[in-house]
């Protein structure tokens, strides 16, 4: 059986791809976005604060600015 610890995750901004993060299967939508916001290539995009998150774990994180 294959356990995976970390899966990378695309995220976009307003509609956009801006960056990945990786981040443990089952992390929340919080860990999610503390990491987008660390991510360089992300956080540029983020001067602003959000006006709606989707989070899908393992897969994608939306972020409307």
């Known amino acids: 059986m294959l356990v995976v610890d970390e899966v990378t995750i695309g995220v976009q901004v307003n509609g956009k791809h801006r960056g990945s993060i990786t981040l443990a299967p089952t992390a929340e939508e ?7 916001k660390e ?27």
């Open 39 to 65: 991510a360089p290539t992300v956080a540029k995009w983020l001067e602003a604060e959000p006006k709606k998150v989707i989070y899908i774990p393992g897969k994608i994180l939306n972020i409307v600015v």
């Open 30 to 36: 919080e860990e999610a976005m503390a990491a987008a």
